[in-house]
């Protein structure tokens, strides 16, 4: 066994090695952002190490390694925050390209000083063996396990599914995306003085363009949606070219064409890679009892919302022109017009997501147009849907509404980091509040189901859920009965009824008047962006102008969007 | 003067590339990283068929032309076509492209072995010109006007003709346009297509300026290439074009005045302070959506 | 979960050790065959039953592709000589580290302690074998590196040797014939300083300049996978300079020639090792000629080793062989003289005569090994004419 540990002893290191790379690009990817910054960081840390490891453990106790580990940590945390903060408000493509450059840069820059050894590189003392790898990687998979089932890892799945859906779920999406940035760049930079300090050599031309991709593909061929994933890549890979020599392969142009190809039937047969073939066990589905503690709403009555004089211009086009609009407590404000009136522009302004041009008022307490972002506003109270429906398509039903629940649920990782029990007890409160959600719009046996699988009525039910895990003092919902034949549109009624029974403020957009005029205490018009009308149901849909505008004859009113 | 013409004849060449880039992900919202695998094949192939085959370089860049179609189709068929409609096409795409670019190095290999390739020395005139102080060759000339025809060619076919049209539709939503009775598959296809024989061409080209062909001579004008459609715009073609002067300029300025070291930092710092402070480019209308 | 994790773990381990037991590695415990490859007689006479394993790692795909190529064929060709010499018989493996550490380290404990190779050649680039030399310095296994010239290699460990002469070694030499022949009194330097052979080089020539009087005017870099070099070339030309001198990799010194006669600069070119390459006149033509180039081989010795090395090596490969396949070539016939003077392959025994050998004819001319285990031979200073390496006067 020590001769078999021997002469693979370095195959099985880089194994652990890879996997801590492959590790740092998984802590971007799981908030969907894709960053090729790594390779650079990785180099940044390993050359700092090299000046400051000692050459005798540290006051005599503290051992070398560990001193260049937490130094190199260090370094990639916080090179990785200064480049975030330029580059965060980039996505996709944009962002890969830009961290890419920066890799670059910090290569060229390396290379040009003298204290790296430039490209003939530098020496380090081995410090790293079989041992301290596959520690390492087991503490940085360990943290990304915890990381799966707690509220920020939830977090970071809905800005990778949909941003704009978690920002208004209460996520501060640009922290969130700057924590992934800062902890993949901590890990990265644990992984550059890891490989320094076993391979005693590092030179900057190691970390380029080509190390990034290939981290790159070791994350997404290992599965980048379970935490096991840049493990599964790591062996895979690292294992492949001496696999090929194993069996007879013959050296020469033959192995990296096998490499490219078995890379590319990974890629086109396993969509969620290698941690795709393992069987995935659903959790214990328990349905816990206790529900969280939650503030009392708003009596009835009491103001939750008002606005004076609300203008949206675009360019040319008074999207919201002059508009008041109050709400209260309890109230089921329903808000109808034509297409293009400006009634998801008004939404949009009430729920933080556009300022206004001009005019004032406040939600839930907080002025209207004074910069408050999104999330802190949806933090305050206020909870929405979408027109087009923004579910987080790849989670189940439970952890989308377990996303919506954010607001009320409390922070847990580092708990669970050193599995205290508070931790599991915040995290059944939450699940208790999700399915009580579940339960409320009648999903509750749907809730391991991906939400992009559900029909669409279920959907919208599912979306509405979501909303209210947030316990929310203002619920707006956009068209939530879009496609619903009657029957279906009637419960939704009567669900939205109960939910101001039970004390939840509902401001509406309904193109079914019907269910309007059934549902709703008060009624608002909009056409081309103007209050037209604003009273009871009954009185609006008999208001001359809002015929002529929007109701048409009689029967046509009945029409669902 | 001497440098101006430089960073002119440099930038022509990163332009033909980047235009490739910028095609694919204009109309399709994809990047095709095996572009740069098209870019070495084409060039070692167009010094065989010179060497080898005995044909002329008029003749030899119409051929390659094809050639690179060709990849293009392979490309599309193998390393996109199959993921279309996943969620993660994105990624993936990117990554079934490394793969398949990394297959046809390998045979390069196979086929050409490691070395260097070289245009036998008659390949193509080799005079050269005067001009306001400069020392301009034939061959510079040459490659500067292909590269400009087929830029322009491009433009004039996206923005007039029906193909393009039909790229044009299907950048802009591929469902309304499959809807509209577009074959989106076969405009998938010829965009590949087109793009490649663009950077076979930028190859071919590009060998002849340094009358060698490296298997690596991709790698490093990919990165390059990713930098000009940036700073360009991503899709838009003038873009490309400008965009890969002006990086070419900046890189031969950077030598010239800053010091050769620093060169591609100030291509990269360029490109850097074009995503800080114009992130869609010089010329492109993708707004960065946030919302 | 935890089941899951750890029997995939167990799986990719069990997959390598089936792999290990596959690759007919020698796995019998190796002291009881002691004098196994040990024989009887000396030199010539020398009678080993058993072939010496002797491994090789070179980068064959990869970056430095061209390279291991031209090792390789040099090395086959020595193999193939050494076997009509009878006596002694070697088992030489070939690896591909395809330019890539991670595989070069896989495969040096591989050699060492599964195959138990009685020495390993290689690997091809220096920063590679500052990763895994280290691993048969500890598995005592004698390496010859017949390419690396960074400081820092035989450093390592009493068990590493090399035939490739440093360019520490060569250049004051190719710096002072040049200036005895030019007179030069200001000088511009062009090199790569991507590339850890290519920096070596510069600081040498910086050393031997400043050491000889020269004004370095300006110093100007490029990446080495650089093939434009208009840019830079317009610079040196506005300084004027009496000569450019120049550490490049062949692949970079062949536009970059052509295009400095292309933009005008007719003064002199001086290279370092990585013009010692057919390739250069092949490549750069016309261009090529009068380039200075200081070489570790001088193609163009009519020594008897060379001579017939450069027959043989034409005769089979229908080409003209470059300083890597020389080198390597040189390898292991050295390694022979080494085992036959002891008339064993034992690890330490090769380890022993390696570091004896003295005035041994070779192509590279007469080798002596010098107390660091680096190569003695005669550097020499060559310059292009009519498209062959000459030794310049």
Known sequence: MSGFLDSYASTITFMALTGVFAYSFYAVLMAGQLSLAQAGLASAAAFTSSLVVPAEPLFGVIPRLVVGIAVGMTVGAALAFLLGLPVMRLRGVFLAIATLAFGEVVRILLINQSWTGGAEGLSFPKLVGIPQAWLALAVVAYWFWRLGGSRLGRALAAIREDELAAKAMGIDVTRHRMMSFVTSGAVAGLYGVLLAHFVRFADPNAFGFSTAVEGLVTAVVGGTALFIGPLLGSVFLTALPELQRAIGVEAGWIRPFVSGLMLLLVILFLPGGLAALIPHRPGRVGHPDALPDLPPLPAAGTPIASLRAIRKDYGGVHAVHDVDLDIAASEIVGLIGPNGAGKTTLINIVSGLVPPTSGEGTVVGIPVGSGVPAHRIALAGVSRTFQQIKLFDRLSALDNVLVGAHRVSRPTLLRRLILLPSARRDERLALAQAFAQLTRVGLADRARQAAGDLPYGDQRRLEIARALAAHPTLLILDEPAAGMNHVEAHRLSVLIRGLADDGVTILLIEHNVRMVLETCTRVVVLDFGEVIAAGDPATVARDPRVVEAYLGAEDDGAESA | MQQLLNGIFLGSIYALFAIGFTLVFGVLDRLNLAHSAVFSTSAFVGIELVARAGLSIWVTLPIIFVFGGVLGLVIERVAFRPLKGRHDAHFAGLISSIALGAMFLALLQAGFGPDTRRFPPDAFPQQRLEFAGAVVSVLQLVIVVVAFALMVGLTLMVSRSRLGRGMRAVAENPHAALVLGIDVDRITALTFALSSALGGVAGVLFALNVNSAQISMGSSIELKGLAVIIVGGLGSLPGAMLGGLLVGLAEVFAVTYVGSSWRDVIAFGLLFSILLLRPQGIFGARQVREI | MRRLTGS?????????????????????????GSSALAGSGTGDSCKISRPIPIGAVFSLTGAAASYGESQKKGLELAAAELKTKGGVTYDVKTEDDATDPKQGIAVFERFVTNDKKSLIIGPTLSNTAKQTDPVAQEGKTPVLAVSNTAAGITEIGDYIFRDSL????????????????????????????DDAFTESGYQAFKKALDANGVTITKTITFSKSDTDFRAQLAVAKASAPDALVVSALVEAAVPLVTQAREVGIDAPIIGGNGFNSPKLMAGAGKSADGVVVGAAWNSASSGSENAAFLAAYRAKYSADPDQFAAQAYTGLKLVDVAVRTGCSGERADIKKHLAELKNVPTALGPYTMTATRDADTPAVVQVVQNGKFAVLK
């Open chain 3, 8 to 32: 995939i773990a167990g799986a990719a381990v069990l997959t390598l050790a089936l792999g290990a037991c596959g690759s007919g590695g020698s796995s019998t415990t190796g002291s009881s």
């Open chain 3, 166 to 193: 440093t360019e520490g070694a060569v250049i004051p030499q190719t710096i002072k014939a040049a200036k005895d022949k030019f007179g030069l009194s200001k000088v511009v330097v062009l090199y790569s300083n």
